[in-house]
């Protein structure tokens, strides 16, 4: 049946006003990283809807030793550096830890309450632990250091990369790996080489999801990171002067550079995100 | 090359009994059918078989020797699952090398020994193709492939047929069977369709709630059913089975107003014999179940209502009610010729001979009147 035509027209503006209300945050970061002081500061009390003046001098700010502006924050290239390490590292535990766990979760059953145990560490805010984790850590020494954040960050994660990776091993037909088996694997032969391969699909989508969570992590990295560990976002905050208060330029230009990692990531493992690779191997 | 022994196997799923106390001797060369409803235990015991499961109690022997102890790998059987199991990122050609090169074996060999299953199945021109982009027909084939490359001695076929077309099923049948005698394999092959069962195998393991039921020839499960389960489940349309009690040389059956099926004087004392109390079931294959329009010739007096029929082409089923029961249906198969009215009282026959008489008690086979 054909649609109306002020239906349709309706449809489109909807569309229209939702896609504005979503991209308007990242056109602003965009545009404001462009401007030069004048345009980005509020003192003015105008508004440029879009740099008159382009100039990338918020860039130079940030990567500069001293910015000029704010006495407390040093050059972006060290927590840029920190980020990569730790969202790093912890992704790569959350994923070998989640992997190996949601395989045993989801062929053997194995853990007994221990899925939804994990899952109940979901159902407050990691920030409600952090006080008594920072006191721990400082105990033992870790705070402001790459492990005390890397622990934390794979264990925060871990709930999602074990259900999302137990979701994806359940849609795997287990007669595959016992086709493996019989054709003279042994169990961790047939989880290699058949279960991994079919996986690999979910392994990137968890691995990039666990990413974005740690890349983007504040509280934590706030709390838990003085000065050599601070992480992209932390920094960020940072970015601010008694006289012009938040620098507002500099902030949407290291957000941007912040933008650039998960949106590699994302494109390196595309043909991976489609879902449904196991689908036809089983005729249902 | 291989005899299979199941020693009293028992398989337990938490407090579910999937497998209890099956024992079933397999000979060399022999294809045996494991026919069951859904549950009834028989992949189960399959995979007690391949080793995929371990039994909680009792012993497999192969050639007499305990095989409980032995990887899946190294028992020297091959699996084709129901759902065929393909590696779809795997070629056709890796897939079904894929048993060789976990045995380490030479490249030259493995391509030598794809190529050659590779034309015996037809399928040497697929060998290069994605085997995620392969028909269900093709990947039943190289599924086949598969679990033949590494010549197995026991061959273990998961209903490998269900879910193809019916034409391709009839097709592969044969095929299947061909292919295990030139092998000279030992074959088990899991079944609910009994079609299958009764075409392919020498001897059929019927089980039913885990329990091994009746081990036999196509035939005898057909004629000599053991027990009430058999006798239903083997045979289509299923049988006829009217609940009555055995008096004074007759059968009275309630299902019908004047219900007396007489037993010929000579059997007497075998029904008798036969039974541990006097209430019975008597079981009548719809193909022996006869609708008549008139009860010339015949001792029985079975009235019996048309509610409704199918006509098949080379045969006609007709259902009825009988006229004292409307809750109850009796089949009978009749010629591709035969034109039955809607509504009509006619009367049914059957020759005393294919009666299959049930202890309704124990619900075993009592007896067979030949």
Request: charge should be positive.
């Amino acid at each position: 049946m054909e649609q109306k035509l002020y239906v349709r027209a309706l449809k489109f503006f909807l569309i229209i006003v939702v896609t504005i209300l979503f991209f308007f945050p990242i056109y602003w970061v965009f545009s404001m990283a462009f401007k030069p002081f004048p345009e980005w500061t509020a003192a003015g009390g105008q508004i440029f809807w879009y740099p008159h003046h382009p100039t990338i001098d918020n860039f130079r700010a940030i990567f500069s030793r001293k910015l000029e502006m704010s006495p407390i924050a040093g050059t972006a290239i060290r927590p840029i550096v920190n980020s990569l390490t730790v969202s790093i590292i912890g992704t790569g535990i959350a994923m070998v830890v989640g992997v190996f766990a949601a395989y045993g979760i989801s062929r053997h059953k194995a853990g007994g309450n221990l899925p939804f145990m994990l899952l109940q560490l979901r159902m407050f805010p990691p920030i409600a632990i952090l006080i008594p984790i920072m006191i721990m850590w400082a105990f033992l020494r870790m705070i402001d250091t790459w492990y005390g954040l890397v622990i934390i960050y794979g264990v925060v994660t871990l709930p999602f990369s074990v259900w999302l990776m137990k979701t994806f091993f359940d849609d795997i037909p287990k007669e595959l790996d016992e086709a493996a088996i019989v054709d003279g694997c042994s169990n961790i032969g047939a989880f290699f080489k058949v279960v991994i391969p079919l996986a690999k699909g979910g392994i990137a989508s968890t691995a990039l999801f666990v990413f974005i969570l740690n890349w983007s992590d504040f509280l934590i990295a706030l709390i838990l990171t003085d000065r050599r560990w601070t992480t992209i976002p932390v920094h960020i905050s940072k970015l601010q002067s008694a006289m012009v208060g938040a620098l507002y330029g500099p902030k949407a230009a290291l957000a941007m550079i912040a933008a650039v990692p998960p949106i590699i990531f994302g494109i390196m493992i595309q043909k991976y995100l489609v879902r449904g690779l196991t689908f036809g191997a089983i005729k249902k | 090359m291989a005899h299979i022994v199941l020693d009293s196997l028992v398989k337990r799923f938490g407090k579910q009994t999937a497998v209890d106390k099956l024992s079933l001797e397999i000979k060399d060369r022999e294809f045996i059918a494991l026919l069951g409803p859904s549950g009834c235990g028989k992949t189960t015991t399959m995979n007690m078989i391949s080793g995929l499961l371990k039994p909680d109690e009792g012993d497999i022997y192969f050639d007499g020797q305990s095989v409980i102890g032995t990887p899946p790998g190294k028992r020297g059987v091959g699996f084709m699952f129901q759902n065929y199991a393909v590696f779809t990122f795997l070629n056709v050609y890796d897939n079904i090398g894929f048993g060789l090169k976990i045995r380490k074996l030479e490249e030259d060999e493995i391509r030598r020994r794809v190529n050659e299953v590779a034309r015996l199945l037809q399928i040497r021109h697929l060998l290069s193709m994605s085997a995620s982009a392969l028909s269900i027909n093709d990947m039943q084939r190289v599924a086949l492939a598969r679990s033949m490359i590494t010549e197995p001695k026991i061959f273990l076929l998961d209903e490998p047929l269900s879910n193809l077309d019916a034409a391709l099923r009839a097709t592969m049948r044969a095929e299947l069977k061909k292919i295990q005698q030139e092998a000279g394999q030992t074959a088990v092959y899991v079944t609910h369709d009994q079609v299958e069962a009764m075409s392919l195998a020498d001897r059929i393991a019927v089980m039913n709630f885990a329990v091994l039921q009746q081990y036999d020839t196509p035939y005898n499960v057909y004629n000599r059913p053991t027990n009430l389960f058999v006798a239903n489940f083997i045979g289509s349309p299923t049988i006829n089975f009217f609940e009555g009690v055995y008096k004074k040389g007759a059968f009275a059956v309630s299902d019908f107003k004047d219900g007396a099926i007489p037993v010929s004087r000579k059997f007497h004392k075998d029904v008798e014999e036969s039974l541990t109390q006097e209430r019975v079931v008597v079981g009548v294959r719809p193909e022996h179940l006869k609708v008549r329009g008139d009860k010339k010739g015949s001792s029985l007096n079975l009235k019996a209502k048309i509610v409704s029929y199918e006509p098949l082409g080379s045969k006609t089923v007709v259902y009825m009610h009988p006229d004292g029961n409307p809750d109850v249906i009796v089949k009978s198969v009749m010629g591709s010729g035969y034109k039955p009215k809607l509504g009509e009282i006619n009367f049914i026959d059957f020759e005393e001979k294919n009666v299959y008489l049930f202890d309704k008690q124990t619900e075993d086979l009592a007896l067979r009147f030949s």
